[in-house]
């Protein structure tokens, strides 16, 4: 279904979208989840996506020529992001897919894509992505490089020994995260008491609460989403769990619901990050301020990391001008390397084609993201 946002970008606005693009145009479509569970993350990554790619346009990245866009809305669904993505194919005049948003619908979507030879851009870190294909990418950095990191942390920084865990188990980006999370950190000797799994749309964890406060680790992974973590959160408070007891996660608490929803109870949760809240480096602060000013909203990860990708998408068209195509963007885009992005350590490049760009530790602190104890 087709987000009420749709739209092409121009330097002075929005406009209807023509039928076909002139000479000068480049169009890509923007497929993310803008209703629907993922809405929470979809939004604001769309709205960092329009940010740049109207910035890019307003700039004359590509000089005469400009990026059009078309934003349209999966429900957070497997099947409107296939279909989606089967329909954009079809029109020659499309060069590029960027999303869809998550697991669930980015890697069926990427067979879709690979059949129909054009590059697909997914936000998800589901490395299921990229084996349909070289035409199918993955735009956040895997829990092959990420999930060593955090282990580290737990051991080194917050010195547990024992840990529980909690993973979504039927979304597989979030299987993969736990799986190389418990792996590496088994390696330098953590122990961990239990291993739970949780469905997406569950939010009774009762029953996993009061078994996981007795089994009394010493620290709690989350590797869910913002939302389900606070309810996790204020539940395994509520089952008696001691203040003492360590909880960590992962990129995916990033979103601003964490707080919003668990209030006082996610008081010192730590998790690795994309973003550090109002930037850490000129770049970032720049774009920080300038989206503040634009949508009146401060830029949460999710915005900096929309924000971010578009940054590589423009780098990739711009590298297969003048005359762009789908196999030339993709081409391109395996080739990205130290572009210049907002989150992380400011470069982003694809090795192996896997995004590395770094990470930084936040912690909720008096009700905000801020940087973590290293």
Known sequence: MKSKWVGLAVAAGFAVAATTANAADRKIIV???VTGVASFFGVPVTEGIKFGLDELNAKGFLGADKIVYEVVDTNSGRAQAMAAVTRYAADPNVLMILGP??????????DVANDAKIPMKAMTVATGVLRAGSWSF???QPP????PQLAD???DVSKVKSCATIRFADNEAYVDMEKYF????EKRGMKFVDRSGIKVADSDFSAVSTRIVAAKPECIVLFTLGPSAANLIIQLKSAGL???TKILGQTGLASPQLIQIGGTAVEGVIFNSDWTPGGSTPAGKAFSEAFKAKTGKDADSFAALGY???QVVGNAIKAASPNPTREKIRDALQKTKDVPVVVGTGKYSYIDRFPSYGSVFLQVKGGKFELAPQ
């Open 182 to 185: 418990v792996e590496h950190a």
């Open 153 to 155: 942390y737990a051991i």
């Open 31 to 33: 497929l993310q989840a």
């Open 138 to 140: 993955i735009s956040p």
């Open 144 to 147: 092959q490089i990420t999930m």
């Open 101 to 110: 948003s998550t697991a669930v619908e980015g890697i069926p979507a990427s």
């Open 242 to 244: 001691p203040a003492s």
């Open 308 to 310: 971010s990708y578009v």
